[in-house]
């Protein structure tokens, strides 16, 4: 069972509950597909027992087999080669790795060789299998990252923690989950990502409920929208700074407050009861 954990927008609370649900439930896998900017190592404190390198397929020109006829050029959507009066050149952050430009080159003058765009890594955390993705800085294939990081884990229960936003990346990571929870707070740019995170899910055809977190501020705009659209809330989490602080300093809510697991677990149970209705 892949349990996506998602939100329109960074700062939700989305890491707090993919944490928290997976502590509660001693999930088999905990995945941090936030590949930007993953967090979840700072409250597992993990020892990294391995690493290993993402890499894409990039073009390289030999210059000595090009006549400049432009055909890769012209070819490539995302215009990663330029031709210049002498050579053509290639801008590796542009491209998508989709191997035409070395197709469309009937001089073989362009091969493929691997570039390095992130890291995977791994630690066992308790009972839990841990994996990590990272993009390197600069680097713009995240969806990449995330893909390799998906295939680390097939079986058992699996938490995924998505990217913020309603892109791509959030995209990949969620595409084949059995579940999606929707964390969102009640203030009005809370609702409005919240509708475009629930657009997202609908189209992908995935089940999902929603997780109001700071529950207290705001207003109550997202709970008329669940209820008009139809949509479960699966839990309320207070507005509170005991919760606050202990995020910032970077320690579990279940492992600090005993009545938070209990909560947890009644979310983990529900989102068990819906994936096992379908
Ligand atoms: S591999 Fe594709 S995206 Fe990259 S430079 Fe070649 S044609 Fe462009
Ligand atoms: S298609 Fe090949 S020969 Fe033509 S410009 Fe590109 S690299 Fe040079």
């Given amino acids: 069972m892949k349990i996506a954990i998602a939100s329109g927008k960074g700062g939700t609370g989305k890491t707090s509950v993919a944490l928290n649900l997976a502590v509660s439930a ?6 941090d597909c936030d590949v930007e900017a993953p967090n979840l190592h700072i409250f597992f404190k993990p020892h990294w027992n391995l690493e290993e390198t993402v890499f894409v397929k990039t073009p390289a020109i030999d210059s000595s087999k090009c006549d400049l006829c432009g055909k890769c050029v012209e070819f490539c959507n995302y215009n990663a080669l330029a031709k210049l009066r002498d050579k053509v ?3 590796s952050h542009l491209c998508h790795s989709c191997g035409g430009c070395s197709i ?3 001089r073989g003058a362009i091969s493929e ?4 765009i992130g890291i995977l890594r791994y630690a066992r955390v308790g009972d839990m299998d841990f994996w990590e993705g990272r993009l390197n800085y600069g680097e713009s294939l ?3 990252v995330i ?26 990571a969620v595409i084949d989950s059995d579940f999606a929870i929707l964390v969102t707070e009640p203030t009005p740019f809370g609702f409005s990502d919240l509708k475009l995170a629930v657009g997202v899910v609908r189209k992908l055809g995935i089940p999902f409920g929603v997780v109001i977190n700071k529950h207290g501020l705001g207003d109550d705009r997202v709970e008329r929208y669940c209820k008009d659209e139809g949509i479960d ?5 207070p507005y509170s700074m005991r919760l606050a602080s202990a995020y910032a300093r970077g320690e579990t809510w279940v ?9 947890f677990l009644g979310l983990f149970e529900a989102v068990r009861k819906r994936c096992l209705k379908r």
């Fill in 255 to 263: 492992e600090l407050f005993p009545e938070m697991r209990g909560k």
């Fill in 26 to 31: 001693s999930v088999d896998t905990v995945l």
């Fill in 142 to 144: 995240a969806p990449v």
């Fill in 104 to 106: 469309v080159c009937d």
């Fill in 147 to 172: 893909s390799a990081l998906k295939e680390k884990a097939e079986d058992g229960t699996i938490v995924i923690d998505s990217p913020p936003g309603n892109t791509c990346p959030m995209v990949e």
């Fill in 89 to 91: 050149i290639f801008f």
């Fill in 233 to 237: 809330i699966l839990m309320r989490i």
């Fill in 113 to 116: 060789v691997d570039r390095p």
